[in-house]
Structure formats: C-alpha cells, structure tokens
C-alpha cells in the first residue's frame, strides 16, 4: 500500500480528510492520475472508505502524529478537505511539536468560527514548514465557474431573492457562523449555524410541510465563501446532497460563489439539478464581493 | 359573553392575536381588571383557549371581516400579540376595504421578513382609523427590565458569549430575518430563521447532544428586537418555554433586550430559570443599539 512518489516531482501530497464527500472524491482522482498523496484522515469524520488509501487516522487535537507522520513521508504540500463536525479535544494537544504560542493561538480559535479555528491550523502547518493548497489547485475541474451549469436558467422571479441571498449570506459569513441561507421572495427564512447545509434544507422542508412559510413556490439557496476566509480551506462545497435538499426544500435553484466554490460529482450533480427543474449558476464573483463590506471583523 | 365598557373609557381594546401564550396572558389579565376588550383569533395561530372571551376567528388575509367586527363593536385601539406561523393567503383577500395602494403594500411586503408584513399591517390598521398600541403599553409589567431578572448573575465567563450575541442578533435583525442567536465562547452556532426561538434552541440541544459543538459547556441565548422593528408589533417575547430550551440546550443563560422585551409568566420564568441555574438579564437597551449601524435597510 505504499505509494512511491511517481510523477518526479517527488515528495506526496497530504490530504488532511475531514468529513463528507470531497476527500474520497480528490483521493479517487489522484489515484486515477497516479499522484502521489497520503490521507491524514479526522476520526469522527472522515469517510472510513478513505482507509483504502495510505493513511494515518488522528485526532484533531493529535498534533505530534500530523507532524511525525508528514515528516517521515517528505510531505511538503498539505489540503485540508472535508467538514470537521467535532471541535478538538483540548486534553488531547501534546505540547511536543507545538510551541506555547500555537497552542495559545488554537485554544482562542477554539472559542470563534471555524474561520478562525482552520485559519489557526493552516497557520500552524505553515509554521510547521508545509505549504497549505486549496483543493481547486490540486484538482482545477473542482470549481464552479461563474456562470450556469445545468439546462435551467435562473427565472426572472428568483432574481431579488439571489441579490437578498447574496446581502444575508455576506452578513452571516461576516459573523463567521456559515455560508448558506435560503431566501424565498425576499424574505430570508434559513440561516446555516452549525448545523450545516443538509440540516438546513431538511429544516426548509419541514417548515414548508407544515405550511409556515406560505404558499409562495420556489426560493433559492444562496452559499457563498465567508468574506475574508481563506480560500484554501472550507471552501464552500455543493454536490447531489445539496441537490437533493434543494429539491426537498421545493426550491427553485442553487446560488453558489463563483470561482470559489466546489461542485462534487460535478456531472451527476447538474444532471440531477436539471432533472429536478432546479437552476444551479455560479455567480459573478466580483458582484458577490462588491457586497463585502470591508474584511472579516474579527 | 358580551363584555360591556367598565372603566368609563367606552371602547373596547382589540388583541389581535396569534400563537403562543402573550395573547391568553394579556387577555386573562385584562379580564381580571376588567378592561373590556375584543379578541380577533388569527385561525391556525391563536390558541383555542381564547375562545372564552369576546371574539372573531379570521383568516390573516380577511380584511374586511377584521374591519367589519371592529367598526361593529367601537374598537379604537389594538394591539398585536404573538406569532404568525403560515403567510396570509393572497387567494383571500377582499379589496372591499382595502384600496388597492394598500393591498400593493401587503403582497410587496408578503415576500419579505416578519417586520416588513407586520409594518404593512400596522399601516392598512392605522389607514382604517385604528390606533395601534404595543402589549407593553397596555400591560408595563410585561416588558423586560434593563436589569438582572433572576438570582443567578451573568459569569464574566460569558460576557464575550452575551457581547458576540447582540452583534450578531444585530445583523440578524437587520435582515428581518429573526431575533434570537446562540453564541458558544464568541462562535455563533444557531441563528433563527423562520422556525422560530424554540425550534432554534431544539437544534441547538441536538447538536451537543452529537458532540457538533465541541466540549465546550455554557453559552448564551441573546434576543433582541430587530433594529428599527416597530416596537408595537412582534416585540421579542420569552417565557417558560424558553428557559426549558435554553436548559436543553445546555446554555449558561438568556439575555435580552432590556425595555424591549416581553416575558411571560415571569414570576414562574424566573423562577424556572432560578432552578436550572440559568442567568436571565435585560440587557441596556443603550448598549445594545449602539451596535446598530443605522436604520432597517430595506
């Protein structure tokens, strides 16, 4: 199961998996195009299925099995994938690798967004020596473009409920608390926290079942990278799932940030948006930015 | 059941009213003092008990039969009282009292937030001759005090938690998307949308008990009433319900919107929140709208 470098740029590339679709997904695609990696897989998280793959399974809070683990495998390039759902366990951190002053910037992370937390991880890793890459510079064909990507167009109608998406999502990245809301007309009814996107969609659903949003049909999902967040890492993910959700939640479509956003099983997803009548567009990402109100406050 | 004028003032008082406990509290209460008073039950909202006293049941949309029963009866002033789950049905609507100015304001304002449809209604009230009156102004000792309520004093551990709350509560609210957030550490983990404050602390009860929200305990429930929110209509409102989420929750406390906030039963929600070790404090109304940015925008 050792996977030699092969390609003569030498050393592997670490896949840091946390949960969803998106590590087993950039996994495949190395392994079909014989790139060599490694996959530091997030107990908790990551896809079990990832084990197929060399890997070491850690905890979040593992701090000296990361660095030991890459040392010894010439990492020098590392992308942080996935969702992590857990928060680190604080009493696991092993002050060896880390100085006093990671941990200290770790433990206030641990208190804000998630924003914060990842941007406290690449920090450390880059510290650490490694150089942190977006998954879209690892696999290009990862990002949505700005621009539509199934049959459907965006109908007239949905329109102000984009544009009031865009204003909510950029509030609520601004806050660090996620990236997604749901706007139906104009009226923002969903707003992603911790729960996550599936989890907000199957609460639109439910809300729409049990008649408190109205008789107005359709509404959009708007997700949109966080202002200011790091573009490397929890870049805003849609794939079937999101779909699906959308489709349950009686939506019309999906507004994702163009350029800066990752489509899953990109093919399978549009065929899906499309045989569901949803739109699925890209937006301009110099209009979603226009919005921005000045970077992260926090 | 007719219930004649008492108090010398002639007209009866209209309690508009939706779901929750604020309409059958104030309309008990008024009842003990013999105010005389009408009550028009919005149909799916209203809690049936209310059928005791003087009443309409109404469609939201039915205009003309609010109107009727008020001009009918000498009511001059209303108030509006608790919350409206569906979205009045447009297919109901009758122009024979409105013009047609005002039912453009009400479906322009049906695609928008909760405080854009209530304004419309205060308008098309207020249009009919009807002065609009906040439950606060007809019962005083309703309205949160901009002080500590209970016995337990907020922990210097969850200032930052309380601090974070009211910006993001702010920024909420300048959406016209909800009220209330939950803040863990300075992370906003739960931002309400249009499943309302006890859906939201359900959610957030659901995500520790999953281990989503990491070990960190306490954390904060903060209400506040959304900036530039006509304080007469849909004023942030807690009780006992939302000190039993709020326990569920795991969450260290509740602050609100001191002078700005109802409380329900308040003798028996502090007493509740006395007893699950919760801290309930009205915040400086001051204080809090300092960190408004400027009027509603929308």
Redesign the interface.
């Known amino acids: 199961m050792v996977r030699a470098p092969q390609d003569g740029s030498g050393a592997p590339l670490a896949i840091i998996a946390g949960g969803g679709q998106v590590p087993l997904h950039l996994a495949r695609s190395l392994s079909d195009k014989n790139v060599p990696f490694v996959v530091v897989m997030l107990e908790?998280d990551a896809d079990p299925a990832l084990a197929e793959y060399e890997h070491i399974a850690v905890n979040t809070a593992e701090l000296s099995r990361f660095k030991r683990y890459m040392l010894d495998r010439g990492v020098e390039k590392v992308t942080l994938v996935g969702t992590v759902?857990?928060?680190?366990?604080?009493g696991l951190f092993r002050p060896d690798w880390t100085t006093l002053r990671l941990i200290a910037r770790i433990v206030r992370a641990?208190?804000?967004?998630d924003d914060a937390l990842l941007r406290a991880v690449v920090a450390m890793m880059e510290d650490g020596g490694l150089t942190v890459v977006g998954a879209h510079e690892i696999e290009p064909d990862l990002l949505a473009p700005a621009a539509r990507l199934g049959k459907v167009s965006v109908p007239k109608s949905q329109q102000?409920a984009i544009e009031a998406g865009i204003?909510?999502a950029n509030?609520?990245g601004?806050?660090?608390?996620?990236q997604a809301v749901?706007v139906?007309?104009?009226?923002?009814?969903?707003?992603e926290?911790?729960?996550g996107t599936d989890?907000m969609l199957q609460?639109?659903a439910d809300?729409r079942a049990i008649?408190?949003?109205?008789?107005?049909k359709g509404g959009v999902l708007v997700k949109l990278r966080k202002p200011g967040q790091d573009i490397r890492v929890d870049m805003p993910t849609i794939g079937r799932n999101t779909v699906a959700g959308a489709a349950s939640a009686g939506l019309a479509g999906i507004a994702v940030h163009g350029e800066n956003t990752l489509v899953m099983d990109r093919q399978t997803t549009i065929a899906d948006a499309d045989a569901a009548g949803l739109f699925l567009v890209g937006l301009d990402p110099h209009a979603v930015e226009r919005t921005w109100t000045g970077e992260h406050t926090?």
Do not use: N, Q, S
């Open positions: 908790g759902k857990g928060r680190p366990d604080i641990l208190g804000k967004g102000a204003v909510a509030a609520l601004a806050l660090d608390a996620g749901v139906l007309g104009t009226r923002v009814v969903a707003l926290g911790a729960e989890a609460r639109v809300l008649g408190r949003l109205g008789r107005r926090r």
